[in-house]
């Protein structure tokens, strides 16, 4: 059996400020510097034989700090990244709302966005999970893979990963920084859920 970890990255002045990162490369915070020290230790207590990150500066220091914990290499996969938000990268919730009321009122009820450039969550969901897919594919037995990434992409991958409906994203609430989803995986039984917002 494999556990698959989906650490999200520390805090960013982005998250704090309230404005939708997707893809743009914003750094931790010096907040986000200290969840990561202080969930670290955690996540190397498991024993992590496995670590990958997206690419994005936010994801990757924070994987770099479990690294330096258990010596292991950091594999970098783009297909982590968070969905893009296109035009609404860089707003805040109000600044979208003034521009695309519409579409941001959908995005809020998990549904379809279908303007601004924003990534389909359909596309978001296949390129997370194919990616996490491929990593335990190549694992050996019994691996623990940490998994570095953002919360939308976190929760759709889970979604998809466990055969959900896309519908089922915004049930399973918000990962918070530095907060861990952990699911288990083996071709008996397939992918479970094991827990969801590990602090």
């Known amino acids: 059996m494999t556990l698959l970890v989906l650490w999200r990255h520390g805090q960013t ?4 400020g309230g404005r939708i990162q997707g893809q743009t490369d914003v750094a931790l915070s010096e907040t986000g510097v200290e969840q990561v020290r202080a969930a670290a230790p955690r996540l190397a207590a498991l024993g992590p034989t496995v670590l990958i990150s ?3 500066r936010r994801a990757a220091d924070t994987q770099a700090g479990l690294a330096a914990l258990v010596d292991l290499p950091v594999r970098y996969d783009a297909r982590l990244r968070e969905r893009s938000y296109g035009d609404w990268e ?3 919730h109000p600044e979208i709302t003034a521009r695309w009321p519409e579409s941001f009122a959908r995005w809020r009820r998990g549904e379809p966005v279908d303007d601004a450039g924003v990534e389909e969550v359909d596309a978001l969901s296949k390129r997370v999970a194919a990616a996490l897919q491929e990593a335990v594919d190549a694992a050996p037995e019994g691996a623990v893979i940490v998994a570095t990434t953002h919360g939308g992409a976190a929760r759709h991958a889970t979604c998809a990963l466990l055969g959900w409906p896309v519908e089922f994203a915004p049930t399973l609430g ?3 920084n530095c907060h861990s989803t952990l699911l288990l995986y083996d071709t008996v039984h397939g992918w479970r859920m094991a827990a969801h917002n590990v602090p």
């Open 13 to 16: 002045e982005w998250n704090v």
């Open 54 to 56: 997206s690419d994005l």
């Open 90 to 92: 860089g707003l805040t």
């Open 174 to 176: 918000a990962l918070h």
